[in-house]
């Protein structure tokens, strides 16, 4: 069967990557925008968080003979304390001063992290296997699905979810939108802002942690896959415009997909694509699809 | 203001006397490149010192200008100062480029459109066939400057890159203290403001941001011309970071931060060769350093010290 002279095999299987891919675009642009919301600064280390989180889960797998689970749930929570020494040690002098120092900071920081463990582990990846429960696959009739993929979509999707419900919905959810909008009136009623800050940004790094997790039996775990996947997921977030949290889930998955589809039909462009899309969005709409320009 | 200007007059003596004498005692080769890439943080520190724009994608200009003239240099014939200036010309054509598109966003945005266009940059350079992909375009010849010096003597070669450098230094300097830099200074003090004043920001933003890709792709050039070749290395992401580097060090917004920033990357990287990867990591810890103690770098901390600004 063919679909625009394209096997549907293929189609579909690069759709599938496409999705696999948007999850992770999703779940980082996120962490990026809830960060970006309350202390206002563009975290580069994200990349490299997000490594930490893949390399966590190895660890404790070839160290310590923990598996799958326990290191998406130990991972987050290490990396997320790590993310909250770096908060209270360094990103907290900067938010008086202009937002750029935030960014050449954490960019830094990612520099350090990424060349102690390329020093470490080298250049190449260490493979980590698929967790048994998650092994195997389904035959759907147009093609093959192997189930851990299927469970990282379906997990990330739950994930963006209940972070939009977190944020959007809960009391704790609108004292961060209110401490977004006027942090000193937030503090004003007996809030401790300060915390919260330290908290969203423990969250935003565990969300990126979590990631790496789930990343690790799909693509390799090496000191550089978080480098080059950040400035996508840069692109991702100025496509979206980091105002809505919705905003970023949608155009992370979006993205994931029409970049799938673009390597069935144009796979020379699969690396730019996005990239691309980022140029024309800024023509049309400067502030992103869901974003609205200060 | 004359008082002002006299220490401005002794540094740049200073720095001119230094890289005339220093090839005595010093690898010219080493200095060659310290030339090109302060001319390099010299370009990018004219958008962020001065315009208040931090680029990330500095490395688009710098690669596009040495990948154009190495290619028209080896495979069209051109002479060498034909290939520079073409070089240059391609560069200024895709800041043109990457300006309309990045000036629409401030702040970290411009960084991450600045960095986004960089990489889409490095992709296409990753699969073009005459990038000659991971090799690069290696043996490009030095060729004969106007048809008579002959470059492949290394004497000359410096004499050229020298006059290169102090040419885009000096009308750096020029621009900078222009009523074009006055404007450009008071866009990054306080944009609003100056719309009210009756000045088309954007229009002085887009002007700085081709003068910096122009002056950036000169420093491109004439690099690929002097170490006759041009590879991914000089569009990759990292050299981006690395022109970062040496403009924070030296000291954002100050005159002569960028070279004083780039002899010290550039000669740290030379000294720190055989440790690998611990490059990186050196490099990032004095991002880190810099960003919580040194601010105003080691030119911004002098001109304290004297209380003039250099």
């Known amino acids: 069967m063919e679909i625009f002279g394209v096997p549907t095999q293929a189609l579909f299987g690069q759709l599938l990557i496409g999705l696999i891919n948007g999850s992770f675009y999703a779940l980082l642009s996120l962490g990026l925008a809830v960060i970006f919301g309350l202390l206002n600064i563009i975290n580069f280390t994200h990349g490299a968080q997000y490594m930490l989180g893949a390399f966590c889960a190895y660890l404790l797998l070839e160290k310590l003979g923990l598996g799958y689970w326990w290191a998406l749930v130990i991972a987050p929570v290490l990396v997320g304390a790590l993310g909250i020494i770096i908060e209270r040690t360094m990103l907290k002098q900067l938010y008086k001063l202009d937002h750029l120092y935030g960014l050449l900071l954490t960019f830094g920081l990612a520099l350090v992290i990424q060349g102690v ?168 709409k400067p502030a992103g699809l869901f974003g609205t320009q200060k | 203001m004359t008082q002002s200007k006299t220490h401005e007059r002794v540094a740049f003596g200073v720095m001119v006397a230094f890289f005339v004498l220093a090839p005595l005692v010093v690898y010219p080769v080493f200095l060659m490149k310290v030339m090109c890439f302060a001319l390099f943080a010299c370009a990018f520190n004219l958008l962020i010192g001065y315009g208040g724009l931090l680029s990330f994608g500095h490395a688009m200009f710098l690669g596009t200008a040495g990948y154009a003239a190495a290619h028209s240099a080896k495979v069209w014939g051109f002479s060498p100062e034909v290939a520079i200036v073409f070089g240059t010309a391609c560069a200024c054509a895709l800041g043109g480029i990457a300006g309309v598109l990045a000036i629409r966003r401030q702040g970290i945005y411009f960084a991450m459109i600045t960095l986004a266009l960089a990489q889409m940059i490095f992709f296409y350079y990753l699969q073009a066939p005459f990038t000659g992909g991971e090799d690069g375009i290696q043996a490009v010849p030095r060729g004969r400057l106007l048809g008579l010096l002959d470059l492949s003597n290394i004497w000359a070669m410096y004499a050229v890159v020298l006059v290169v450098f102090l040419a885009g230094f000096l009308f750096i300097y020029r621009a900078i203290h222009s009523p074009f830099g006055q404007v450009l200074k008071s866009i990054r003090e306080n944009e609003p403001r100056a719309v009210s004043l009756g000045y088309d920001t954007t229009r002085y933003k887009l002007l700085a941001f081709i003068l910096s890709a122009t002056l950036a792709g000169l420093a491109g050039a004439t690099k690929a011309i002097v170490f006759q070749l041009a590879s991914l290395t000089d569009v990759h992401w990292s050299m981006s970071g690395e022109v970062v580097l040496m403009t924070l060090l030296g000291g954002l917004g100050t005159i002569f931060g960028p070279v004083v920033g780039a002899l010290v990357v550039v000669s740290l990287e030379n000294y720190l060769a055989q440790l690998g990867a611990w490059v990186t990591v050196v490099q990032g810890g004095i991002f880190v350093l810099c960003v919580l103690t040194f601010r105003r770098g080691i030119v911004g901390e002098l001109g304290r010290l004297i209380r003039r600004p250099l």
């Open chain 1, 117 to 284: 463990f390329r020093n470490q582990y080298g250049s190449s990846g260490q493979p980590y296997a698929i967790p048994p429960a998650l092994a195997g696959g389904h035959n759907l009739g147009f093609m093959f699905l192997p189930t851990y993929r299927a469970w990282v979509i379906v997990a990330s999707v739950v994930i963006c979810f209940g972070t939009w419900f977190l944020i959007e919905r809960t009391k704790l959810g609108s004292y961060l939108r209110a401490a977004t909008e006027n942090p000193e009136l937030v503090q004003a009623f007996g809030i401790n802002v300060p915390r919260m800050i330290t908290l969203t940004y423990g969250f935003g790094v565990a969300l990126a942690a979590l990631a790496g997790v789930m990343a690790g039996p799909i693509y390799q775990v090496s000191p550089q896959m978080g480098a080059d996947l950040i400035i996508v997921v840069f692109a991702v977030v100025v496509i979206g415009g980091m105002g809505s949290i919705m905003g970023s889930i949608l155009t992370g998955f979006g993205l994931g997909v029409l970049e799938g589809l673009t390597k069935v039909f144009y796979p020379e462009a699969s690396n730019t694509v996005i990239f691309i899309v980022m140029a024309l969005v800024l023509l049309v």
